[in-house]
Structure formats: C-alpha cells, structure tokens
C-alpha cells in the first residue's frame, strides 16, 4: 500500500465513449502526474499539478483532460480515444519543494483497453 | 531523453548480491541519481538516491563513482520477490519531474 489509490484498475471502452480514470492520495502531497505506459516502452510523464496548478503539459492530445479539484484528488478524463491510447495509467503524489520532492509515490495503476 | 544507459536484463541467483549498474555520463554537478523498481503490474516503488556519496538504506546501497559518471545499486541478498525493472533516473536539472528510461529487468531464479 503506496497511500495512492487509483480505479478502476482495469477499464475498456470504445472509441466514442467518455470515462473518467480517478487518482487519491493520503500523504499529504501537493503535487500529483499522471504517467502513461505503454507496452514495452518507458514511462511518458503526461502531466503534473502542483499547488492544484497545472504546473507541465508534455503535448498531450486534447483528448486527455486532467482535472485536480484539491491537492488529494487527481482525474483524467476521456475522450474519443484511440487504439494506441490503451495503455497503462499511473498517477503519482510527491512532496513539491522539499529536498524529496522527486520521491514519487505511485498507484498501481489503470489497465486501460480502448477498442 | 532519459540521459541514462543501462543494461536491458540481467540474472541472479536467490541470496546472492545483484549489481545493477547505471551510467550518465553526461550528468550535472548538482543532479541527483535515483533509483525505482517496477514489479509486473504495479507501480514504480522508490528504492533510493544520492548526488556524491554512497548511499545505503533498508532496500539497497548505491555506490557512485568519484566522477558521478556511473552508478550501482546493490541488492545485497536477493530474493524471487526482487525480480522487476529497475529504473536508474537523472533528475533534470531545475524541473520536478522525472524521466524514465527503459530499466534492467532483473530475473532472481532459484
């Protein structure tokens, strides 16, 4: 237990559907990322929040929306996604400006399957 | 880029120490060296970092050369539980964010 919780865990939908991944934490964090991986490839930071501010945005596609409405709560909304978005979802909290701020605490993890 | 080079897999036996082994040559004077692991299915876990000295916790020790251009971490007595992709990170210089590479994937076998 990592003190991130995500669900779902597992998730499939079609192309035209919208759904909404859901990132808690309990640390007491400030800032929270949402990470993508894909198969066989490395991490891809997506976006981070920090303060409930959108602090980075590594040219996401339109179709991902984040939203932090307070410093525990993280979401992702989708979209009219793609085949080659299903991936694995992770979002992660961390301690911003402490000298452990890159200390990430991660979920486990949505298994996302987009058909 | 991840700015860090490490061996795609490696094996070990049970019990005995694993050495991983990390370079970045291209690191800065004042960038950290961190390490994660990624057991299948799970998140990345947080095993350890440091900038010039060795490094030892509960989890692991990590020895970093007098140049900082490489790095080892060392599981001391492996177990099957340590079996995952180890992640060796450079924290880019004047951001909070981490960049992730490919790893080593660690098989501890019997």
């Known amino acids: 237990e990592t003190g991130v919780t995500q669900t779902p865990r597992h998730l499939v939908m079609g192309m035209t559907n919208k759904k909404s991944l859901k990132c808690e934490q309990h640390l007491g964090h400030n800032a929270m990322y949402w990470y993508k991986q894909s198969a066989k490839k490395p991490l891809e930071l997506m976006f981070v929040y920090s303060l409930e501010e959108r602090v980075e945005n590594n040219s996401v596609p339109s179709r991902f929306s984040p939203e932090c409405p307070n410093s525990s709560h993280l979401f992702l909304h989708l979209h009219t996604l793609q085949p080659e978005d299903s991936a694995l979802y992770l979002c992660?909290?961390?301690?911003?400006?402490?000298?452990?701020?890159?200390?990430?605490?991660f979920g486990s993890g949505t298994q996302l399957s987009v058909l | 880029d991840a700015k860090t080079t490490q061996p795609p897999s490696m094996d070990c036996a049970e019990g005995r120490a694993a050495n991983l082994p990390c370079n970045h040559s291209?690191?800065?004077?004042?960038?950290?060296v961190y390490w994660y692991r990624q057991i299948h299915s799970q998140g990345p876990q947080y095993i350890i970092h440091?900038?010039?000295n060795n490094e030892t916790n509960e989890m692991a020790s990590l020895i970093i050369t007098e140049d900082r251009k490489s790095s080892t971490l060392i599981l001391p007595h492996a177990t099957l539980r340590d079996t995952a992709v180890y992640y060796c990170?450079?924290?880019?210089?004047?951001?909070?964010?981490?960049?992730f590479g490919t790893g080593t994937r660690l098989q501890v076998f019997p």
């Open positions: 992660a909290s961390s301690q911003f400006d402490s000298r452990e701020s890159e200390k990430l605490f």
């Open positions: 990170i450079v924290r880019v210089y004047n951001t909070d964010k981490l960049i």
């Open positions: 291209t690191i800065s004077g004042n960038e950290y």
């Open positions: 440091g900038l010039k």
